[in-house]
């Protein structure tokens, strides 16, 4: 049995992780953990997230720098659940033991450091980490993710965007001179377990925000090779993320041909579901799964496809756990579906 | 034109009522405050309620204590959308000029000054407003609130309970030794306008709340003269409270006569329904209306009835409004309904 | 008082208009009519829309030929809230007397009759019709509106489209080779009132549809003059329609120039709001108003703008009574807007 | 591996039973069935519930008589997600063979006859195998079920009901000339797959229906064995059921006592949660288990209690599911929930 921690577990996301790890046939929950800061400190999981009542046995244990090093040697798995900096700034201490770290978090997913101050609002320095670290889109990195110590897991636009996209991209099919459009609807989870009135039940509605400015932008791009246009919206619903993408592709690409660069790039891949139809957000949800669907005008060349996720899931907890068990070397959906 | 001051008006309910005096055709909306501590203090009602984006003439007025006693001199009417705490202190001040007050908070609701500090967790200490008080329950007390100065307009609960119970109790119809048992559902915005977990999107789901211990329950059995219990719960919709009422009726009683209470009741009441089937919640919400509809089972005495208002409206700035309209010698439904 | 028929006033945006012809002060509603053959043909309205379950004197009564002939000769203005073909067959009857029409089918909206057998599965034979029908997009074609005698009442899709699309076009802002991508979720009552597995509570979840197929791509081409690509999604809440459209401006564009000719283009409008952020659909819903808001990347020339409104009210009962007001020498928002 | 069919696996319960079946670790899903008439007969069930678009391996297959009696003696399970009515009509022919049956319906959930006139339309003339049939609420007999060959599993609301109630009335707490007065509100999947106006997304809103007349009341009566107030609620929402129930205890009944009796009643039992406080709908949905919670005041005798299940899982195939183990000789949360 792997022995796994969680930092971070009181969020939507950190408490996924503890399900996820919990049901694992090769893993064992062997520590969960908080902020010393935080209100939930010492509390069992079960007190905090209903839904996980019966899991009384996880308390949420305040973290020092001690703990930390513990860590670093003691587990086979480390989540970090935890803000950006937090996950910064305790990088370099548990990467350097035996621990295997997949980190949630945005702070290892871009390798141009100029990004983390502009978008990010702190400045990175944690230069040897972030190196090493791989980006951990678990259906184009196997093979990277695998062979690394730090994975950076992506966030939950950017793996809605990048499945859909990458391969259009990966195999040249993109007209450069016209930006993919992404519009995409997430749940309110996305905006994390706190109290803020904008996420208060009242002021939901669906709404476009960060518009010409989100932090996923340079994400997508980066590992998409292209400029997007990326408008991110807050949808009335908790979980799930519906991205629709519109394209130019190069004068005439058929349907057909289309459909087969899908086919190639996801064919053996249990996670990614290739539908015969737009997929529903709640298709999704509760879900490791990423749905898509696309459909091109080949008078115009313009194509949309919509990429369906469940943000706390393949968005986050459970794209982490496709990653550790690649690290692991076990199969990549174990734990995850029913063989 | 009757010139009107609100109070509170940054909350769900008071920017309601700034919308309701704006097209009441016999209204002039003097000003709208906040208290001086709010951050929404000098902003437009228009920049924090994106639905009045079009009220953009009225500001949110820091108060003062000279603000206070302009206002009781100046104004025909003064609407106090403010916490118990703060109509409490305020009202001796406001209510020595010209001005009647409606007062939205429970400050005012209940002679017996114990439950203040019971359920409010305060002393009352303005007695001589507290005597003169009239309960703006309107449909049932309109006399006493055309003569009043001190209005003390209902809570949202008490307001779908009281309208399908008091037929019955006026009536002599209960059992007494069998309590009525009112269950209700309310919409979020009943929590008022504020950053809190409990209110956040992800949270919300259906659970009761305050049970066999929420301060409503006082208020209604003072009014019905009769213990109930009272179990309200939080709902995932923004607004409406939809009321499941049971009762044992007397042994005898029959649906005719049952009919006929309700009938005597609201006949010539333009704000209450009277349906000829269990109403939804989505039938009110948006309108001052009350809709009822009861079912009797004649061999076992249990009947249950359902009450459904829009908590906001009926339930606070609609209600206030009647009796701001009784106050002034205008119909009861003016500005509410069209003829 | 303006004499005024509603034909097919059972469905959402018939009984919405029946709501709001009650409370026009110019208006008297002489008649609500559904075809031969509903279900709901000789009940009260009240009976099946329990929102308006006080106005109990409205009875939906079967049309016929005769009536029509009636209603056109008798009546100031007719509004038919019917199915495309009825209102396609019935037209040339009901245009041939005094009455103004206002259509809010799709039968009447585009000159090219080509497209309603793509896009509509029937032949346009009410030739005579068509070329007399102005388009009712009320802040564009107002004064061609007040000059009618058929108005075809624009589509949902179409009226949130335009009015954020149009100031750019009629300016000649957007680059030519860049087709904007207009992506929008509509509330469920864009369906209309039916039993369909699709609408069913269950089912719906946020979806596209219609993907490079919608029959109002059709008729947003034809009156912004260029092609779009455009996207509609099935979101899971009742009413309001939220457009996110991103385009490409002509080289050196900047954000003063379009924030004038958005200026340009809307003051004096009472019933588009300019805001100075992204709305909420919620913002909208339930109201007469578009709200618009804009942001554009110089260094890029994309430009994204949102369009929120209600689908049953902008988007269909309350336009329609924007143009009925202008078609009758009254202010285009008498009876939506308090003054 | 238990060989296991299940009969109307294109509902939403059947569906659910089609996932709890592939992922169970001791089943072998051997056939899924429709009846004849079904418009899905023929299809993946893939190919109908998106959230299954991996379980593309399971088609829907007509049934015929000649089915049933294969089903009868060459599987080890069957469930029937059946309507009433057929569920009787094949029950004597399934029963006959070496199956174990499982009926979801409501046809074997009552010995007295006349309950199915009155409350279910049909006369019931399955009456061996009514003498046989077992009521599978899993917690309270788990030794019948594991001895019988059909178990009836409880109805949604009557699952939610009982588990609060029988607590009480085994341990003779309720006074018996007050009844319980239960206030339940499900989600629209309690109404099935189907197209019905009523189920309309714009139709649904909360609102009590079957008031002092649905036909869980004598199905509660029966097993409680004494009578009830049951009032049913739609709500705005998929999935789930949460009951509040009120009841008035014995004289002299305590708060400690009353812990007691729920901590004896469930010890033990991994699918029931006592919570230490009351439960949110949210925190059930989605999963197996029933979560209870309660307040007694001391003074009055008065008792609220709430139960929160997800109607799909717990109020039919999760309790299935539960019956199947302990018919089967496994552990009653077997597939159900990780170890």
């Known amino acids: 049995m792997l022995k796994v921690a969680i930092i971070g577990a009181s969020g939507y996301t950190g408490a996924q992780l503890v399900d996820l790890v919990h049901r694992h046939p090769a893993m064992e929950l062997a520590g969960t953990f908080v902020s010393q800061s935080s209100?939930?400190?010492?509390?069992?999981?079960s007190a905090i997230h209903g839904q996980y009542a019966h899991l009384s046995q996880y308390t949420l244990t305040p973290i020092s720098?001690?703990?930390?090093?513990?860590?670093?040697?003691?587990?086979?798995?480390?989540?970090?659940?935890?803000?950006?900096?937090?996950?910064?700034?305790?990088?370099p201490t548990l990467s350097k033991g035996k621990a295997k770290v997949l980190d949630l978090s945005g702070a290892f997913r871009i390798k141009n450091t100029e990004v983390f101050e502009q978008f990010y609002g702190f400045e990175h320095t944690a230069t040897e980490c972030l190196d090493k670290a791989v980006y951990g889109l678990a259906e184009w990195y196997a093979s990277d993710i695998a062979a690394a110590s730090i994975v950076a897991v992506p966030g939950c636009y950017p793996t809605a965007s990048l499945s859909a996209l990458k391969p259009l991209a990966e195999n040249n099919l993109l007209d450069s001179a016209v930006r993919p459009v992404?519009?995409?609807?997430?749940?309110?989870?996305?905006?994390?377990?706190?109290?803020?009135?904008?996420?208060?039940?009242c002021e939901v509605s669906l709404q476009a925000y960060g518009v010409l400015g989100h932090r996923h932008t340079?994400?997508?791009?980066?590992?998409?090779?292209?400029?997007?246009?990326?408008?991110?919206?807050?949808?009335?619903?908790?979980?799930?993320?519906?991205?629709?993408?519109?394209?130019?592709?190069?004068?005439?690409?058929?349907?057909?041909?289309?459909?087969?660069?899908?086919?190639?790039?996801?064919?053996?891949?249990?996670?990614?579901?290739?539908?015969?139809?737009?997929?529903?957000?709640?298709?999704?949800?509760?879900?490791?799964?990423?749905?898509?669907?696309?459909?091109?005008?080949?008078?115009?060349?313009?194509?949309?496809?919509?990429s369906a996720i469940d943000n706390t899931l393949k968005g986050a907890a459970s794209q982490a756990m496709q990653c550790a068990n690649l690290i692991s070397g076990l199969p990549v959906s174990e734990g995850l579906v029913a063989q």
Do not use: C
Request: proline share 6%; charged share 20%; net charge negative.
């Open 182 to 201: 992404i519009n995409a609807v997430s749940g309110v989870s996305g905006a994390g377990r706190k109290a803020a009135l904008a996420n208060s039940f």
């Open 65 to 91: 720098d001690d703990t930390l090093i513990t860590l670093a040697e003691s587990m086979d798995l480390v989540f970090l659940a935890t803000p950006h900096e937090a996950s910064h700034d305790w990088m």
């Open 39 to 45: 209100a939930d400190a010492d509390k069992p999981i």
């Open 218 to 306: 340079p994400e997508i791009e980066a590992w998409l090779g292209t400029g997007v246009i990326f408008t991110p919206h807050l949808g009335n619903f908790k979980r799930g993320i519906l991205a629709t993408i519109t394209v130019k592709l190069k004068p005439g690409v058929t349907a057909e041909q289309l459909n087969g660069v899908y086919q190639n790039a996801y064919t053996g891949k249990p996670l990614v579901r290739l539908r015969d139809s737009f997929p529903k957000l709640d298709d999704v949800v509760n879900t490791p799964f990423v749905d898509l669907y696309w459909k091109l005008d080949e008078t115009s060349g313009y194509a949309v496809i919509t």
